[in-house]
């Protein structure tokens, strides 16, 4: 799902230049699935018996494609972060950091050539911090995990509010920051008074479940 998901949403973001960019024959579900394989070859049990995969994935790619890629990269790199993510969520990885992607220049490549190679790394600017500010004055740091919300028990934030549902929204990693993704509840999520479907939040951004409003604050 996270792969299909990535490609399509990569060729929204470049919409006519998708395949003047990719004519060199790297195509964006190649970049995908190549970081995903290296994902799973390289996953490991951790302590507790949860399985933990890289975070940081380093790709290579010849001079050729990197000129034709060029207007890409930033996108490029978002895009696979969260297809990185998605695949985690799936399968039920967790990462020892934040998911870090850097697309390399390697004079030895020839063009249509990708290499991918993962490391653990514990620390990095790959996602800024942020964290979510309750009506107790409490403080729930975000992170590379979901962080559920409702009123089931289950739910990372659980609630009393009877206008919450049981398992009403998640706040997903999503590119540099995060994004508020509504579970179909029945009162809605609200985003600075805005019912929301699924929103990428700011600094300051009020957000309500239900009657329950809490705050972003992205550091």
């Known amino acids: 799902m996270g792969i299909k998901g990535f490609e399509s949403r990569l060729e929204r973001a470049v919409e006519g230049t998708f395949s003047r960019l990719?004519?060199?024959?790297l195509s964006p579900v190649e970049f995908g699935r190549k970081l995903v394989r290296e994902m799973d070859a390289h996953r490991t049990v951790g302590v507790g018996g949860r399985t933990m995969v890289p975070n940081a994935y380093d790709l290579s790619i010849s001079p050729t494609d990197a000129e034709q890629l060029a207007d890409l990269l930033g996108t490029l790199r978002r895009e696979l972060a969260d297809?990185?993510?998605?695949?985690a969520r799936d399968e039920r990885y967790v990462f020892v950091g934040p998911v870090e992607v850097t697309v390399e220049v390697d004079e030895q490549l020839r063009p249509g050539v990708l290499v991918v190679r993962s490391r653990f790394h514990e620390s990095g600017g790959g996602l800024r911090p942020g964290n979510l500010l309750l009506p107790t004055g409490d403080r729930v740091p975000l992170g590379e995990y979901v962080v559920s919300v409702g009123r089931h028990n289950d739910c990372t934030i659980v609630l009393g509010d009877p206008n919450v549902s049981r398992r009403h929204a998640e706040i997903r990693p999503s590119g540099d920051g995060f994004v508020?993704?509504?579970?179909?509840?029945?009162?809605?999520?609200?985003?600075n008074g805005t019912r929301i479907v699924e929103h990428h939040l700011s600094d300051g951004d009020e957000v309500r479940f239900g009657n329950t409003v809490m705050h972003f604050q992205a550091s």
């Open 22 to 25: 990719f004519r060199t024959g």
């Open 180 to 191: 508020v993704v509504d579970l179909g509840s029945t009162n809605g999520t609200k985003i």
């Open 83 to 87: 297809a990185a993510r998605e695949h």
